[in-house]
Protein backbone atom coordinates (compact mmCIF):
# COMPACT_ATOMS: atom_id res chain seq x y z
CA UNK A 1 0.00 0.00 0.00
CA UNK A 2 1.06 3.43 -0.52
CA UNK A 3 0.46 6.76 1.82
CA UNK A 4 -1.27 9.59 -0.23
CA UNK A 5 0.61 12.75 1.22
CA UNK A 6 -2.70 14.31 2.30
CA UNK A 7 -2.44 15.56 5.93
CA UNK A 8 -5.21 14.27 8.52
CA UNK A 9 -8.02 16.31 10.00
CA UNK A 10 -7.44 18.45 13.27
CA UNK A 11 -7.38 16.28 15.87
CA UNK A 12 -9.50 16.70 19.15
CA UNK A 13 -8.24 14.75 22.33
CA UNK A 14 -9.47 11.83 24.12
CA UNK A 15 -7.65 9.73 26.56
CA UNK A 16 -8.78 6.66 27.91
CA UNK A 17 -7.90 4.68 31.22
CA UNK A 18 -6.09 1.74 30.28
CA UNK A 19 -5.97 -1.90 31.51
CA UNK A 20 -2.90 -2.88 29.91
CA UNK A 21 -1.91 -5.19 32.63
CA UNK A 22 -4.76 -8.01 32.44
CA UNK A 23 -4.34 -7.72 28.24
CA UNK A 24 -0.71 -8.51 28.32
CA UNK A 25 -0.49 -10.99 30.88
CA UNK A 26 -2.94 -12.98 28.84
CA UNK A 27 -1.27 -12.08 26.01
CA UNK A 28 1.78 -13.46 26.91
CA UNK A 29 0.27 -16.64 28.92
CA UNK A 30 -1.06 -17.79 25.42
CA UNK A 31 3.00 -17.52 24.44
CA UNK A 32 4.71 -20.61 25.29
CA UNK A 33 8.23 -21.42 23.86
CA UNK A 34 7.68 -24.18 20.81
CA UNK A 35 8.98 -27.95 21.09
CA UNK A 36 12.66 -28.70 19.62
CA UNK A 37 15.38 -26.00 18.47
CA UNK A 38 15.11 -23.61 15.38
CA UNK A 39 18.12 -26.47 14.10
CA UNK A 40 15.61 -29.65 14.54
CA UNK A 41 12.57 -28.35 12.67
CA UNK A 42 14.78 -27.35 10.11
CA UNK A 43 16.02 -30.96 9.60
CA UNK A 44 12.58 -31.85 9.65
CA UNK A 45 11.19 -32.89 5.89
CA UNK A 46 8.30 -31.21 4.50
CA UNK A 47 4.83 -32.82 3.58
CA UNK A 48 5.00 -32.30 0.08
CA UNK A 49 1.28 -34.14 -0.59
CA UNK A 50 -0.15 -31.16 1.04
CA UNK A 51 1.92 -28.21 -0.33
CA UNK A 52 2.67 -26.02 -3.02
CA UNK A 53 6.12 -26.22 -2.59
CA UNK A 54 8.03 -26.00 -6.06
CA UNK A 55 9.85 -29.35 -5.97
CA UNK A 56 13.18 -30.59 -7.39
CA UNK A 57 12.84 -32.99 -10.27
CA UNK A 58 16.44 -34.28 -11.54
CA UNK A 59 18.46 -31.16 -10.19
CA UNK A 60 15.31 -29.09 -12.23
CA UNK A 61 12.93 -27.40 -10.12
CA UNK A 62 9.42 -28.62 -11.09
CA UNK A 63 6.29 -26.52 -9.58
CA UNK A 64 3.11 -28.91 -8.73
CA UNK A 65 1.26 -29.72 -11.63
CA UNK A 66 -2.24 -27.90 -10.71
CA UNK A 67 -0.70 -24.71 -9.84
CA UNK A 68 1.42 -25.13 -13.27
CA UNK A 69 -2.35 -25.66 -15.32
CA UNK A 70 -3.44 -23.06 -13.31
CA UNK A 71 -0.34 -20.80 -14.31
CA UNK A 72 -0.74 -21.77 -18.14
CA UNK A 73 -4.49 -20.91 -18.18
CA UNK A 74 -3.55 -17.24 -17.64
CA UNK A 75 -0.75 -17.02 -20.23
CA UNK A 76 1.87 -17.31 -17.72
CA UNK A 77 5.55 -19.14 -18.35
CA UNK A 78 5.59 -21.88 -16.02
CA UNK A 79 9.32 -22.33 -16.78
CA UNK A 80 10.35 -19.20 -16.35
CA UNK A 81 8.23 -18.55 -12.69
CA UNK A 82 10.70 -19.73 -10.67
CA UNK A 83 13.62 -18.15 -12.32
CA UNK A 84 12.01 -14.94 -11.85
CA UNK A 85 8.77 -14.48 -14.18
CA UNK A 86 7.05 -13.88 -11.07
CA UNK A 87 8.71 -10.53 -11.55
CA UNK A 88 6.47 -10.08 -14.14
CA UNK A 89 3.67 -7.84 -13.68
CA UNK A 90 1.83 -6.80 -16.61
CA UNK A 91 -2.00 -6.26 -16.08
CA UNK A 92 -3.21 -8.79 -18.18
CA UNK A 93 -0.70 -11.37 -16.25
CA UNK A 94 -1.58 -9.95 -12.72
CA UNK A 95 -4.41 -12.94 -11.00
CA UNK A 96 -6.92 -10.85 -9.61
CA UNK A 97 -9.87 -13.27 -9.13
CA UNK A 98 -10.47 -15.00 -5.74
CA UNK A 99 -9.79 -18.18 -7.14
CA UNK A 100 -6.86 -17.27 -9.44
CA UNK A 101 -4.57 -17.12 -6.24
CA UNK A 102 -1.03 -19.13 -6.58
CA UNK A 103 1.89 -18.96 -4.74
CA UNK A 104 4.64 -22.02 -5.20
CA UNK A 105 7.66 -21.87 -3.00
CA UNK A 106 10.77 -20.61 -3.35
CA UNK A 107 13.00 -21.82 -1.63
CA UNK A 108 15.32 -19.90 0.06
CA UNK A 109 14.11 -16.57 -1.58
CA UNK A 110 13.58 -14.93 1.85
CA UNK A 111 16.95 -14.43 2.78
CA UNK A 112 17.81 -11.71 5.96
CA UNK A 113 19.14 -9.12 3.90
CA UNK A 114 16.01 -9.37 1.49
CA UNK A 115 14.22 -9.42 4.49
CA UNK A 116 14.93 -6.24 6.04
CA UNK A 117 15.09 -4.54 1.99
CA UNK A 118 11.10 -4.72 2.57
CA UNK A 119 9.32 -1.92 2.55
CA UNK A 120 6.28 -1.19 4.91
CA UNK A 121 2.64 -1.91 3.19
CA UNK A 122 0.98 1.39 4.75
CA UNK A 123 -2.65 2.48 4.01
CA UNK A 124 -3.35 6.47 4.95
CA UNK A 125 -6.14 7.97 4.94
CA UNK A 126 -6.80 11.12 2.69
CA UNK A 127 -8.83 14.55 4.74
CA UNK A 128 -11.53 13.61 2.03
CA UNK A 129 -12.14 10.02 3.00
CA UNK A 130 -12.13 11.24 6.60
CA UNK A 131 -14.74 14.20 5.94
CA UNK A 132 -17.33 11.49 4.68
CA UNK A 133 -17.70 10.07 8.18
CA UNK A 134 -21.45 11.93 8.15
CA UNK A 135 -20.69 12.04 12.03
CA UNK A 136 -21.03 8.76 12.50
CA UNK A 137 -17.33 8.22 14.21
CA UNK A 138 -16.33 9.19 17.69
CA UNK A 139 -14.23 12.16 18.21
CA UNK A 140 -10.28 11.54 17.06
CA UNK A 141 -8.23 9.98 19.82
CA UNK A 142 -5.34 11.23 21.61
CA UNK A 143 -2.25 9.53 20.15
CA UNK A 144 -1.01 6.66 22.30
CA UNK A 145 3.19 6.19 22.09
CA UNK A 146 3.53 2.89 21.12
CA UNK A 147 5.80 1.05 23.27
CA UNK A 148 8.68 -2.17 22.85
CA UNK A 149 7.46 -5.76 22.88
CA UNK A 150 9.41 -7.35 25.93
CA UNK A 151 11.89 -10.18 24.41
CA UNK A 152 12.16 -12.78 23.90
CA UNK A 153 9.16 -12.31 21.58
CA UNK A 154 8.17 -16.08 21.88
CA UNK A 155 7.48 -16.11 25.41
CA UNK A 156 5.53 -12.63 25.21
CA UNK A 157 3.43 -12.69 21.74
CA UNK A 158 4.26 -15.59 20.64
CA UNK A 159 1.44 -15.60 18.03
CA UNK A 160 2.79 -12.25 16.23
CA UNK A 161 5.04 -11.93 13.11
CA UNK A 162 5.79 -10.47 10.01
CA UNK A 163 3.91 -10.89 6.62
CA UNK A 164 6.33 -10.94 3.69
CA UNK A 165 5.36 -10.50 -0.12
CA UNK A 166 6.61 -8.98 -3.40
CA UNK A 167 4.52 -6.35 -5.31
CA UNK A 168 5.14 -4.79 -7.84
CA UNK A 169 7.45 -2.10 -6.32
CA UNK A 170 9.68 -4.89 -4.59
CA UNK A 171 9.63 -6.98 -1.61
CA UNK A 172 7.20 -5.48 0.84
CA UNK A 173 5.92 -6.18 4.44
CA UNK A 174 2.89 -6.89 6.85
CA UNK A 175 1.99 -7.92 10.17
CA UNK A 176 0.33 -11.09 10.73
CA UNK A 177 -1.40 -13.36 13.80
CA UNK A 178 -1.69 -17.29 14.25
CA UNK A 179 -4.47 -18.07 15.10
CA UNK A 180 -6.62 -21.23 16.55
CA UNK A 181 -8.28 -23.60 13.28
CA UNK A 182 -11.51 -24.30 15.08
CA UNK A 183 -11.40 -27.72 12.89
CA UNK A 184 -8.32 -28.59 13.74
CA UNK A 185 -7.80 -27.92 17.20
CA UNK A 186 -3.87 -28.18 18.38
CA UNK A 187 -2.57 -28.02 14.71
CA UNK A 188 -3.34 -24.61 13.33
CA UNK A 189 -1.58 -22.97 9.98
CA UNK A 190 -3.87 -20.20 9.60
CA UNK A 191 -2.62 -16.73 10.25
CA UNK A 192 -4.75 -13.62 10.26
CA UNK A 193 -3.64 -10.70 8.04
CA UNK A 194 -4.74 -7.28 6.63
CA UNK A 195 -6.33 -7.87 2.53
CA UNK A 196 -4.32 -5.18 1.51
CA UNK A 197 -1.30 -7.41 2.61
CA UNK A 198 -2.11 -10.03 0.02
CA UNK A 199 -4.50 -8.48 -2.84
CA UNK A 200 -3.58 -4.74 -4.30
CA UNK A 201 -7.91 -4.08 -4.23
CA UNK A 202 -9.64 -3.61 -7.63
CA UNK A 203 -6.81 -2.13 -9.60
CA UNK A 204 -4.78 -4.98 -8.92
CA UNK A 205 -4.19 -8.68 -8.02
CA UNK A 206 -2.70 -11.24 -5.55
CA UNK A 207 0.49 -10.10 -4.03
CA UNK A 208 3.43 -12.88 -5.10
CA UNK A 209 5.68 -15.06 -2.41
CA UNK A 210 3.61 -14.53 0.24
CA UNK A 211 5.32 -15.98 3.54
CA UNK A 212 4.97 -15.57 7.31
CA UNK A 213 7.50 -15.39 9.77
CA UNK A 214 6.81 -15.94 13.40
CA UNK A 215 8.35 -14.30 16.14
CA UNK A 216 10.73 -12.34 13.49
CA UNK A 217 13.86 -11.33 15.08
CA UNK A 218 12.86 -12.59 18.34
CA UNK A 219 15.47 -10.82 20.57
CA UNK A 220 14.70 -7.61 18.77
CA UNK A 221 18.31 -7.19 17.81
CA UNK A 222 19.40 -3.34 16.05
CA UNK A 223 20.12 -3.19 12.58
CA UNK A 224 23.56 -2.88 13.78
CA UNK A 225 23.59 -6.40 15.40
CA UNK A 226 22.02 -8.44 12.49
CA UNK A 227 24.54 -7.06 10.06
CA UNK A 228 25.73 -10.76 9.72
CA UNK A 229 22.28 -11.99 10.87
CA UNK A 230 21.77 -15.96 10.27
CA UNK A 231 17.92 -16.86 8.92
CA UNK A 232 17.92 -18.60 12.56
CA UNK A 233 18.32 -15.45 14.30
CA UNK A 234 15.49 -13.64 11.81
CA UNK A 235 13.53 -16.07 11.23
CA UNK A 236 13.71 -18.67 14.60
CA UNK A 237 10.76 -20.81 13.68
CA UNK A 238 11.38 -20.93 9.53
CA UNK A 239 9.55 -19.05 6.70
CA UNK A 240 5.67 -20.47 6.43
CA UNK A 241 4.89 -19.76 2.72
CA UNK A 242 1.32 -19.41 2.51
CA UNK A 243 -0.52 -21.89 0.12
CA UNK A 244 -3.88 -20.65 -0.27
CA UNK A 245 -5.67 -16.93 0.65
CA UNK A 246 -8.85 -15.83 1.30
CA UNK A 247 -9.87 -12.16 1.62
CA UNK A 248 -13.31 -10.78 1.22
CA UNK A 249 -15.03 -10.16 -1.77
CA UNK A 250 -15.37 -5.97 -1.25
CA UNK A 251 -11.53 -5.75 -0.44
CA UNK A 252 -10.72 -7.65 -3.79
CA UNK A 253 -13.48 -5.45 -5.54
CA UNK A 254 -13.24 -1.97 -3.91
CA UNK A 255 -10.19 -1.79 -1.91
CA UNK A 256 -7.80 1.15 -3.22
CA UNK A 257 -4.24 2.76 -2.27
CA UNK A 258 -6.11 4.76 0.80
CA UNK A 259 -8.42 1.99 2.07
CA UNK A 260 -11.66 2.76 0.00
CA UNK A 261 -15.01 1.58 -0.30
CA UNK A 262 -12.73 -2.00 0.83
CA UNK A 263 -11.40 -0.42 3.83
CA UNK A 264 -14.34 -1.65 6.35
CA UNK A 265 -13.38 -5.35 5.24
CA UNK A 266 -9.88 -5.34 5.15
CA UNK A 267 -9.20 -8.47 6.49
CA UNK A 268 -7.61 -11.83 5.09
CA UNK A 269 -6.37 -15.27 5.94
CA UNK A 270 -3.57 -17.44 5.54
CA UNK A 271 -3.50 -21.61 4.76
CA UNK A 272 0.28 -21.48 5.66
CA UNK A 273 2.98 -24.56 5.03
CA UNK A 274 6.72 -24.39 6.24
CA UNK A 275 9.35 -24.14 3.98
CA UNK A 276 11.09 -26.81 6.09
CA UNK A 277 9.76 -29.64 8.53
CA UNK A 278 6.33 -30.69 8.86
CA UNK A 279 4.87 -30.16 12.21
CA UNK A 280 1.81 -27.47 11.87
CA UNK A 281 2.41 -23.47 12.90
CA UNK A 282 0.40 -23.81 16.19
CA UNK A 283 2.59 -26.68 17.54
CA UNK A 284 5.94 -25.15 15.91
CA UNK A 285 4.87 -21.61 17.98
CA UNK A 286 3.75 -23.48 20.97
CA UNK A 287 0.78 -20.60 20.63
CA UNK A 288 -2.62 -19.51 18.72
CA UNK A 289 -5.45 -17.34 19.46
CA UNK A 290 -9.29 -17.33 19.04
CA UNK A 291 -10.68 -14.85 16.71
CA UNK A 292 -13.32 -13.16 17.94
CA UNK A 293 -16.36 -12.85 15.12
CA UNK A 294 -19.26 -10.96 17.44
CA UNK A 295 -17.99 -7.20 16.14
CA UNK A 296 -18.61 -6.17 19.57
CA UNK A 297 -19.58 -2.57 19.49
CA UNK A 298 -16.65 -0.29 20.63
CA UNK A 299 -18.70 1.11 23.51
CA UNK A 300 -18.57 -2.45 25.06
CA UNK A 301 -14.65 -2.80 25.06
CA UNK A 302 -12.73 -1.11 27.78
CA UNK A 303 -9.19 -2.14 25.95
CA UNK A 304 -8.17 -2.77 22.46
CA UNK A 305 -4.24 -3.73 22.04
CA UNK A 306 -2.53 -3.84 18.76
CA UNK A 307 0.33 -5.47 18.10
CA UNK A 308 2.51 -5.15 14.85
CA UNK A 309 6.38 -4.03 13.62
CA UNK A 310 5.93 -0.79 12.10
CA UNK A 311 8.59 -0.03 9.75
CA UNK A 312 8.15 3.61 7.91
CA UNK A 313 9.66 6.46 10.48
CA UNK A 314 10.98 6.75 13.00
CA UNK A 315 10.50 2.87 13.24
CA UNK A 316 12.86 0.08 11.10
CA UNK A 317 10.61 -2.81 10.86
CA UNK A 318 13.15 -4.88 13.33
CA UNK A 319 11.08 -4.79 16.63
CA UNK A 320 7.73 -5.84 17.36
CA UNK A 321 5.65 -2.58 19.16
CA UNK A 322 1.95 -2.41 20.35
CA UNK A 323 -0.03 0.31 21.46
CA UNK A 324 -3.24 0.10 24.22
CA UNK A 325 -6.67 2.11 24.21
CA UNK A 326 -10.11 2.59 24.37
CA UNK A 327 -11.32 2.23 21.29
CA UNK A 328 -13.71 4.26 19.29
CA UNK A 329 -15.80 4.63 15.81
CA UNK A 330 -14.90 5.49 12.87
CA UNK A 331 -16.66 5.00 9.64
CA UNK A 332 -15.78 6.23 6.04
CA UNK A 333 -19.93 6.32 5.05
CA UNK A 334 -22.77 5.29 6.91
CA UNK A 335 -23.35 2.78 4.48
CA UNK A 336 -20.15 1.14 5.55
CA UNK A 337 -19.62 -1.32 8.85
CA UNK A 338 -18.02 1.35 11.40
CA UNK A 339 -14.39 0.41 11.95
CA UNK A 340 -12.74 0.54 15.30
CA UNK A 341 -10.00 3.10 16.17
CA UNK A 342 -7.62 3.75 18.65
CA UNK A 343 -4.77 6.32 19.40
CA UNK A 344 -1.46 4.56 18.12
CA UNK A 345 1.58 5.92 16.62
CA UNK A 346 3.05 2.29 15.05
CA UNK A 347 3.10 3.52 11.30
CA UNK A 348 3.17 1.35 7.85
CA UNK A 349 4.35 -2.39 8.27
CA UNK A 350 2.26 -2.26 11.48
CA UNK A 351 -0.79 -2.99 8.61
CA UNK A 352 -2.04 -7.00 9.17
CA UNK A 353 -0.88 -6.96 13.01
CA UNK A 354 -3.54 -8.53 15.30
CA UNK A 355 -6.03 -6.44 17.39
CA UNK A 356 -6.52 -8.02 20.71
CA UNK A 357 -9.14 -7.74 23.88
CA UNK A 358 -9.30 -9.72 27.13
CA UNK A 359 -12.85 -11.71 27.66
CA UNK A 360 -13.35 -14.18 30.32
CA UNK A 361 -9.79 -14.04 30.80
CA UNK A 362 -8.75 -15.00 27.30
CA UNK A 363 -6.88 -13.29 25.06
CA UNK A 364 -8.72 -13.04 21.31
CA UNK A 365 -8.53 -11.55 18.13
CA UNK A 366 -11.11 -8.61 17.69
CA UNK A 367 -9.63 -6.83 14.26
CA UNK A 368 -6.39 -6.24 12.43
CA UNK A 369 -4.71 -2.87 11.76
CA UNK A 370 -6.11 -1.17 7.93
CA UNK A 371 -5.90 2.32 7.69
CA UNK A 372 -4.66 5.69 9.62
CA UNK A 373 -3.80 9.23 8.99
CA UNK A 374 -0.43 10.69 7.30
CA UNK A 375 0.74 12.09 10.63
CA UNK A 376 0.50 8.21 12.37
CA UNK A 377 -1.41 9.26 15.42
CA UNK A 378 -4.35 6.87 15.36
CA UNK A 379 -5.40 3.30 13.45
CA UNK A 380 -8.42 1.90 12.48
CA UNK A 381 -9.90 -1.90 12.06
CA UNK A 382 -12.07 -3.75 10.06
CA UNK A 383 -14.89 -5.19 12.54
CA UNK A 384 -14.92 -9.07 12.27
CA UNK A 385 -18.19 -10.14 11.63
CA UNK A 386 -20.14 -12.93 9.69
CA UNK A 387 -18.06 -11.85 6.67
CA UNK A 388 -15.05 -12.45 8.05
CA UNK A 389 -16.18 -15.45 9.49
CA UNK A 390 -17.19 -17.15 6.54
CA UNK A 391 -14.15 -16.27 4.85
CA UNK A 392 -12.38 -18.02 7.89
CA UNK A 393 -14.13 -21.11 7.74
CA UNK A 394 -14.20 -21.68 4.20
CA UNK A 395 -10.62 -21.71 4.77
CA UNK A 396 -10.44 -24.07 7.72
CA UNK A 397 -12.60 -26.41 6.48
CA UNK A 398 -11.19 -26.42 2.76
CA UNK A 399 -7.58 -26.38 3.29
CA UNK A 400 -7.10 -26.55 6.82
CA UNK A 401 -5.57 -30.29 7.86
CA UNK A 402 -3.06 -30.57 5.07
Not at 30 to 40: I, M
Request: charged share 20%; aromatic share 8%.
Amino acid sequence: MRSTPTPAAPRRGRRSGLTATGLVAALALTATACDGSAQDKASEQADAAASQAAELDDGKIKIPTDIADKLKEHGVDVDKWIDGGWQDWDKDKWLSEAKDFVNPVIEGLWKPDRMQSAKEANKTITTQDAAADQGVSDPEPAPVEATAEKTPYHDNAAPVGKVFFDSPDGPAVCSGTVVKDVNHPGRSNLVWTAGHCVHAGGNGGWYRNITFVPSYNDLGKSQAQLGNATTSEVAPYGNWWADWVSTSNEWIQGGSETGGAGAAYDYAVLHVKPEQGAKSLEETVGAALDVDFSAPSATDVATMGAWGYPAAPPYNGLQMFKCLDRPGRFSLSPTLPAMYRIGCTMTGGSSGGGWFRVENGETKLVSNTSIGPENNTWLAGPQLGTGAEAVYQNMSRTYGGR
